[in-house]
């Protein structure tokens, strides 16, 4: 039986619905050894903005009861040194390059960047990362106020045909009132979510075990509040979702599109089984031979209750 696994967000077509999430992939090159790379429906990279960031204080992660937190501050080399020493390695894989941005400075820097890459032709899309909890100085975030992520998307949509996806927080009242803005603003497609706020304690020096005090939840912990933001979203508005998470396995990946996601995010699982993305993606073609269904497209959404 043949089976199609390719999904599309907005323009943008992937052999499969399985994405490196941002900031737990590095820039692929250091996964090169334990997975074949071109098993990935796409790639995103860590988050960059333009100039480089030293991230927050050491420790910057710790685990949890399934799960960890992380308060990295986004660390990264700044879009100049990606372009000349991390994006030649990623044009070699052949796989589809999420460029992942955030700013400090609203629009300037938005705008900036993505003048810049649109000259890059292997940038297959733009993910606009306007939920890290983790940049110091900033109370709010722009994905916690629905004019705000319009403004932004709308500011961003006017200078680039690039396929945009928003990455959205789950640390809001309503994800599905945020989603409906980036939709009206011109957004091809959504991510989410980013990590739930979170801080745990060392009792024996009742200090935070994440230096930066509170932190970003994820792994398994956050999967069913995932679960239920990517149902809701997908009952909100008609752009394409990727859906993450908390994915460990095909299981649960497949949770993840039966609720609505088109396409599907690893982060955590990448830090405890490097090569889980390539195993999901041998998953879901299982799946769908096992349960006789001709195309995963059929499943999306397809949650009765
Ligand atoms: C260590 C770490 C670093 C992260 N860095 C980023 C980042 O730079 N940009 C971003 O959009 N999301 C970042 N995330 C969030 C993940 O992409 C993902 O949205 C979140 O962790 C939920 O998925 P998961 O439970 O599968 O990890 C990071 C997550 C972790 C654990």
Redesign the pocket.
């Known amino acids: 039986m043949k089976t199609k696994l390719s999904v599309t967000l907005g323009r943008l077509k992937l052999k499969n619905p399985v994405i490196a999430?941002?900031?737990?992939f590095g820039y692929a090159e250091e996964f090169k050894d334990f997975l074949d790379l071109k098993k990935l429906g796409a790639i995103?990279t860590?988050?960059l903005t333009l100039k480089p960031r030293q991230g927050n204080p050491a420790p910057?992660?710790c685990e949890t009861p399934a799960?960890?937190l992380?308060s990295?501050g986004?660390e990264?080399p700044g879009l100049e040194i990606f372009i000349k020493s991390k994006l030649p390695f990623l044009k070699r894989t052949g796989v589809p390059i999420i460029m992942?941005i955030?700013s400090e400075e609203e629009p300037e820097e938005f705008l900036e960047l993505v003048a810049r890459i649109n000259l890059i032709k292997e940038a297959a899309a733009i993910?606009l990362?306007i939920?890290?909890p983790?940049v110091r100085g900033k109370d709010n975030l722009i994905s916690q106020d629905a004019e705000a992520t319009y403004k932004i998307i709308q500011e961003v949509r006017k200078i680039t045909d690039k396929v945009l996806i928003t990455?959205l927080s789950p640390n809001v009242t309503s994800i599905s009132a945020i989603a409906k803005s980036a939709a009206e603003a011109g957004s091809d497609a959504l991510?989410?979510?980013?990590?739930l706020g979170g801080m745990s304690i060392d009792i024996e020096n009742r200090r935070p075990k994440v230096a930066a005090g509170i932190a970003?939840l994820?792994?398994?912990?956050?999967?069913p509040v995932?679960v239920k933001m990517t149902w809701e979203v997908f009952n909100a508005v008609k752009l394409p979702i990727i859906g993450?998470?908390?994915?460990?396995d095909t299981a649960s990946a497949l949770e993840f599109m039966i609720a609505g996601a088109t396409a599907v995010?690893?982060?955590?699982?990448?830090?405890i089984h490097p090569g889980v993305g390539a195993e999901i993606a041998a998953g879901l073609k299982n799946y769908l031979l096992k349960n006789k269904i001709s195309d995963i497209n059929k499943l999306i959404g397809s949650l009765e209750i």
């Open positions: 999430a941002s900031g737990t995103v860590k988050t910057r992660t799960g960890m992380n990295i986004l990264n992942s955030a993910e990362n939920s890290c983790n990455k991510a989410l979510i980013n990590t970003g994820s792994g398994p912990a956050i999967r995932a993450m998470g908390g994915i460990m995010g690893i982060g955590t699982a990448n830090f």
